[in-house]
């Protein structure tokens, strides 16, 4: 049977097919690239700013003699209407024959006639230019005078009985402004030519510029973790990219290895508890002589699964700091009073081993984060520092400001860590070999480390005694002050 497929699921014919998750993306189309779009916009750019160069050349040198020779076109009328009014048509008429007989160059040019047009009265034009529209004041014809052909720059001016001519000769000009003109069109050639080969360039710089990232992330999409991005030196803002990225990368190979080692810690650490609780409820219920020796070691078995649940608990807290999805709940409060309260809380398990807790705290200690994370480090750090002090040995307790930073520090005089141990202390389910007879999970600084970096802050770990044996443990926790 045949089985047609729905329209809805029909391609579209010129529809564009999104990739399909996980297919590498190939080179940009040219319309699409990010080179291609800063190429044309320094193109745009030369362009705009070589029009505008043009632009003020031409305003500058044609555009400066036009205004020259209106300017003395209309300094020359005016005078010629003040003779008018002075002394008459005669004066007038003198005035042009005067003006004509000192004009060496003869580019003035003056046409008195008058109302009707019928009778020439002075100058050296023949006839007035047929081409003239009555409502025009200056325009611009070629005209006849002293027998050559010449392109004019003329204004008319209307006086009672007569109409006047006067104007300039601009062959020279003209034939300059064409000169002009042509090197305007060759420049516009060679700002054009030098657009595009600008453009090309600074396309071809981006991409050499951004090929080892497009290299790198390639590199890593097909399963190469270890790829970083390589730096060109000149510390310019691809070399700030590319060391983000790697920064970037380096924290996600971090990450990856501590999901890893959780997954073996996990494996490993929480098999046997596991296997423990299952053989003694199995070996009760085979064995059991009554029913209180029963219930006893179900309550054991009870005991052993909610440590279970508490490690779980702990590597939850620690994966939400190291997400950050915490830091909502951060608010100012009075870091020495919770200090105050975790000291109080585990001054009494302090008594009950014959240990000795002091504090060291100042009245207040305002601080910025979340309180009841910053609370379960302390107490972290106080859990371990009774756990590995001998009876009769001392655990302190103190916090400073210093500057712009806040210091909480948590000393023994147990066993410490080695120091090279202490790299790996914030490692999850890390146990250096003095430990293994204690008991614990190994959590207890890991969190605090993911605390104290959630808090945009470090943990330090030295020795308490440097020089004597053993030396103790100084756990000191920096998170900035506001």
Request: net charge negative; aromatic share 4%.
């Amino acid at each position: 049977m045949n089985v047609q497929r729905p329209r809805s699921a029909m391609p579209r014919r010129g529809a564009e097919q999104a990739p399909l998750p996980g297919a590498p993306l190939g080179p940009p189309r040219l319309l699409k690239s990010a080179g291609f779009r800063f190429a044309v916009l320094f193109a745009a750019m030369f362009a705009c700013a070589a029009v505008a160069l043009v632009a003020v050349l031409w305003w500058a040198t044609a555009g400066a003699l036009d205004r020259q020779t209106d300017a003395a076109v209309r300094a020359d009328a005016v005078a010629l209407a003040e003779r008018w009014r002075e002394a008459g048509v005669t004066g007038l008429a003198e005035a042009i024959e005067e003006r004509l007989a000192v004009d060496v160059e003869s580019e003035s040019i003056y046409l008195l006639m008058d109302a009707e047009g019928n009778r020439r009265l002075a100058g050296n034009l023949d006839r007035w230019p047929p081409n003239m529209a009555p409502e025009e004041v200056w325009f611009r014809t070629r005209v006849l005078h002293d027998g050559l052909a010449a392109e004019a720059r003329l204004h008319r001016v209307d006086l009672p009985g007569l109409r006047l001519l006067v104007g300039r000769d601009e062959t020279e000009r003209s034939q300059l402004r064409r000169l002009l003109t042509e090197g305007v069109v060759w420049a516009s050639s060679a700002v054009a030519i030098f657009a595009m080969v600008g453009a090309w360039l600074i396309r071809a710089a981006l991409q050499a510029r951004m090929r080892p990232t497009f290299l790198t992330t390639a590199a890593i999409a097909g399963g190469d973790l270890s790829s970083r991005v390589a730096l060109s030196g000149r510390g310019d803002e691809f070399d700030r990219l590319a060391q983000t990225l790697n920064m970037m990368l380096d924290r996600i190979g971090t990450l990856m290895e501590g999901v890893r080692g959780v997954s073996d810690a996990i494996a490993h650490d929480l098999r046997t508890p596991i296997a423990r609780a299952r053989a003694k409820l199995e070996d009760a219920l085979a064995t059991a002589p009554d029913e209180e020796a029963l219930k006893a070691a179900v309550e054991q078995g009870i005991a052993d699964l909610d440590n279970i649940s508490r490690i779980f608990q702990a590597l939850l807290r620690i994966a939400e700091a190291e997400a950050g999805a915490r830091r909502a709940a951060f608010a100012p409060f009075d870091l020495a009073a919770v200090l105050a309260d975790a000291a109080e809380i585990y001054e009494a398990m302090a008594e009950a081993r014959g240990q000795r807790l002091t504090t060291e705290l100042p009245s207040s200690l305002e601080i910025m984060g979340d309180r009841d994370l910053l609370l379960q480090a302390v107490a972290n750090l106080l859990d371990n520092a009774i756990k590995f002090t001998p009876p009769d040995g001392a655990i302190a307790l103190s916090a400073r400001r210093l500057g712009l930073a806040v210091e909480v520090a948590v000393a023994d005089n147990g066993p410490g860590i080695a120091p090279e141990d202490r790299s790996h202390a914030g490692e999850r389910f890390f146990r250096a070999d003095k430990a293994r007879a204690t008991p614990g999970s190994g959590l207890g600084l890991s969190l605090v480390q993911a605390v104290a970096h959630l808090h945009a802050g470090e943990v330090r770990l030295e020795d308490a005694m440097p020089g004597q044996t053993p030396p103790g443990l100084r756990v000191v926790v920096r998170l900035p002050a506001p």
